[in-house]
């Protein structure tokens, strides 16, 4: 009877979890994930203790902060203890060469290929502040919270007719998706028994999202774009060319656009990643890359904490000249036409691999009372036996 119970018990939680897969990567993000930490490293010696630098104590009281925690693991390691540092530090401590200590260096989260720090100096107070914060990174939490799905940074290059196109086509796609989200024509689809007119396809779910500009000189978003810097180096170097980057969940970086790859197929696959459902429920590398924030995600998604009392908007995004710079969109049009995606186009299967939820529903289910039946009747032969 113990071992019926326990099937029963196990069977349940599995049907369950069968029905319920049909979560959409940006509510996966923001409700099941929480941000992978960045590592630091803090080398010293008993001349200079680490705590001399003014800048270790601001971010370690960010790290405990109830609010504006930060999402970094900080360490201490003694340059006359060998065992301690690792090879990968004490190769960067003689490639930079300090003339003094402490010296500091961020890694990225040990599940990230990024092998490259993404800083090493003296960590100042005025350092401190710029690596735990910025006015965008403050503006994409505060958005995400208050219920973006998703929110599109737009890093411009100072090429206006580029920066202009590329804004233009982003907008329009998402002022889209805001009202409906597109399905992808089946790959095995036969071109002649598509309609010519143009179909139109009401979204279930209509996704909220916006676009934050923000320039690849922006001074006061130094940390951000070199966290971009290390993801996609050959991108963020291309001096004249705007780069789309968007940002889901707990302010997690889904993929990074080169100027090549601004167009609206690439826009259009990645609406697609967002609210498609992900039935694993795993935090793969393949959903991208967390950014390092000052946010306590939790505690502001749960309610205990009020985004506009709690986590105000830093100047650059505080006032009204920077309004536009900074556009919501609301959704300009009543429907969509499908996209092109038929057989032969690059983003069709992407776009067309993931069925419907509700059809991925009724496969699950279905998968789970057969194996359901299939062991309760292994326990019934099992307790037959037995007597």
């Known amino acids: 009877m113990r071992i019926f119970i326990s099937v029963v018990i196990i069977l349940s939680a599995f049907i369950s979890a069968a029905v319920d897969d049909s979560t959409p990567l940006f509510q996966l ?4 994930w929480e941000p992978d930490s960045y590592r630091g490293i ?12 003014k800048g270790l104590n601001f971010i370690e009281g960010r790290i405990q902060d109830k609010a504006r925690a930060l999402n970094l693991v900080v360490g201490r390691a003694d340059i006359n203890d060998k065992s301690i540092i690792d090879e990968k530090t004490n190769g960067i401590l003689k490639t930079f060469k300090p003339d003094r200590l402490p010296f500091t260096v961020i890694y990225f989260p040990a599940i990230s290929d990024v092998e490259i720090p993404l800083w090493a100096g003296y960590l100042t107070a005025t350092v401190a502040e710029s690596i735990c914060d910025s006015p965008a990174r403050r503006e994409i939490a505060r958005r995400l919270i208050k219920g973006d799905n998703a929110v599109w940074l737009l890093v411009v290059s100072g090429n206006d007719e580029a920066d202009a196109n590329a804004y233009q086509m982003l907008s329009g796609e998402l002022r889209q998706a805001s009202g409906v989200i597109p399905e992808p024509m089946p790959v095995n689809a036969d071109p002649e028994m598509v309609p010519d007119e143009k179909i139109i396809v009401p979204a279930v779910n209509p996704m909220k999202m916006s676009i934050i500009r923000i320039s690849k000189d922006d001074k006061s978003e130094i940390i951000l774009l070199e966290m971009l810097n290390c993801m996609e180096p050959e991108i963020m170097n291309a001096k004249n060319d705007p780069v789309i980057v968007p940002i889901y969940g707990k302010g997690r970086i889904l993929d990074i656009f080169s100027s090549d790859e601004v167009n609206k197929e690439n826009v259009r696959t990645a609406l697609r990643k967002l609210s498609s459902p992900c039935t694993e429920g795993i935090k793969e590398p393949a959903s991208g890359s967390d950014m390092l924030m000052s946010v306590n995600w939790n505690a502001f998604l749960k309610g205990g904490l009020s985004v506009d009392k709690d986590l105000p908007a830093l100047k650059s995004f505080g006032d009204g000249a920077e309004k536009e710079l900074v556009d919501m969109l609301p ?8 996209p092109d995606l038929g057989p032969g186009s690059p983003a069709a299967e992407d776009a067309a691999s993931p069925p419907p939820p509700v059809q991925m529903k009724i496969i699950n289910l279905f998968l789970a009372l057969i194996i359901a039946f299939l062991s309760l009747l292994f326990v019934v032969v099992v307790m037959k036996l037995r007597r």
């Not at 959704?331 to 499908?338: G, I, R």
């Open 29 to 32: 993000g923001q409700q099941k």
């Open 42 to 53: 803090v080398v010293f010696s008993g001349e200079h203790p680490a705590d001399k630098e």
């Open 331 to 338: 959704p300009e049009y009543d429907n969509v036409s499908l």
